[in-house]
């Protein structure tokens, strides 16, 4: 109490001129229309610019949500015009079953969205990082994907992050098709620019041209049918001469990605489960 005694007593003055200078400045503005006018002029562009700046802020912030929405947005939409397509290229048959078939087989999939952590695209064995992980329901094997294209698959996981292969792996492998044809083969990565990547095994008897799609073949329980992943730029003769080797330009940015999705299967551990019996089994053997 004491200290607060001091305090006035020292700075008694700037007090009372401070209390003073409000005082006035109240009876100007109150008591005289002109400068009543001006003050609330005033104060309403401030307050009109705080709005804007906090406006402008919560934006900002919002980004990622809208990124996340719309990665989730552009994953189903690809998988709604492939199934369209297909069913709108078969001229005869019961179509009704087919797309009640297509139906069931995407609504086994479920989409978690992530952020990107940590990606390299220049070296032999590229790697990324997300931000989730087990407690979000990521187990090992599950499939990656951004709006664009496949992005690779989870390889290490732990509570609240996952480590995933990318397709600009040497170890990594994803089986795919060219759209339209039928004939499917695999990615490798060879190195070399982050936007290109090799698709081995295509049969020589294949059909296809310079400008067509390759996209997941769903031969693997880790992605669905129907996913993006390049465009066919160039063909070359495998080094045996008995398949062609194409030269794939990726959908995925790899050198720009920030926010991909988790494909989630729900029968994935039971599948994982058999698996390893079958291992177990052949073990014993």
């Known amino acids: ?8 007593a020292r700075y008694n003055n700037w007090l009372l001129f401070t209390f003073l200078e409000v005082l006035s400045a109240i009876m100007l503005f109150r008591f005289n229309s002109y400068q009543g006018s001006v003050w609330l002029t005033s104060a309403n562009w401030v307050t009109g610019k705080v709005y804007e700046y906090d406006s402008a802020v919560e934006a900002f912030f919002s980004l990622t949500r809208l990124n996340q929405q719309l990665t989730l947005k552009n994953f189903y939409l690809e998988r709604q015009v492939n199934q369209l397509s297909r069913l709108y290229g078969e001229a005869t048959g019961d179509t009704i079953a087919r797309e009640r078939l297509e139906l069931m087989n995407v609504a086994q999939y479920k989409l978690v969205p992530a952020k990107v952590v940590s990606n390299t695209v220049t070296r032999h064995d590229n790697l990324i990082t997300i931000d989730k992980g087990r407690a979000d329901g990521i187990e090992p094997d599950m499939g990656v ?4 294209g496949v992005v690779g698959v989870v390889c290490l996981v732990s509570d609240h992050y996952s480590v995933v292969m ?7 492998r994803v089986s795919c098709s060219i759209r339209k044809r039928g004939y499917f083969g695999y990615t490798r990565w060879n190195g070399g620019d982050a936007s290109y990547i090799n698709v081995e095994d295509i049969p020589r008897h294949a059909h296809f041209k310079r400008g067509d799609w390759v996209e997941t073949s769903g031969y693997s329980s880790i992605f669905p049918p129907g996913i993006i992943v390049g465009k066919i730029v160039e063909v070359y003769n495998s080094p045996d001469g008995l398949s062609y080797r194409l030269k794939v330009n990726l959908s995925t940015d790899f050198g720009n990605l920030r926010d991909v999705c988790v494909i989630t299967d729900k029968s994935f551990s039971e599948r994982q489960q058999l698996l390893e019996s079958a291992r177990d089994s052949l073990k014993m053997k």
């Open 1 to 8: 109490m004491r200290n607060l005694l001091d305090f006035f």
């Open 145 to 148: 994907t951004s709006g664009n």
């Open 166 to 172: 990318s397709l600009l792996n040497s170890k990594s």
